[in-house]
């Protein structure tokens, strides 16, 4: 930023990080007309971000799913004491998410740690106990240090029955007078039970 100093050259400013933005900085201040300068300074923003940020996946009825979600840490100091914790969720879908146990060097009292431009995995668990149990589910990653993160999971459920899908869902062929013209399309089952014989109905043209 361009800064105007007090008649001693003494002068104040107030950085504001970007949402989500982390790291280590080097800093300096100078005259505008000075082009090279060495790091004055030095000082590490906290944060970490979720790999993915946002999942969406499909449970079939009376089933689960399970998936893998990587914390990387954006600065080079570690973030300790990893709790995750089930801000919302759908009534009748149980949600389960898990870190590594601490233990070791570097981890820190309570959960795991993040290392220093690292990064650290955590399980999830979903199971749809009946087919209204579809949402959006809300986890919520925090460190002792205060920095947290907050994952969301787009859930839809399939019920425990057939449902057959067309593609594609219309047919349109011309032919000559007298003569014939072959349409194929597909069936599928995307229920979460089997369909059983299939039979086909023609029109009565």
Known sequence: PSIATDSSGNFTTIFTPLSGEAGRYDIFATHPGVSVVPVQDTFSLLGFRANPASVSLTIVEGSSRTGTVSL?????????GMVVQVVSKPANLQVAASLPSPGGDGQGEGGPSIPASGSLPFNYSFTATTADAYGTVQLRVTSTEGISQDIYFGVS?????PRLVATPVSLYAAMAVGGQAVVEFDVANLGGRDSGPITLSLPAV
């Open 157 to 161: 459920v399939e019920p425990l029955r």
């Open 72 to 80: 990387e840490n954006l600065s080079d100091v570690p973030l300790n």
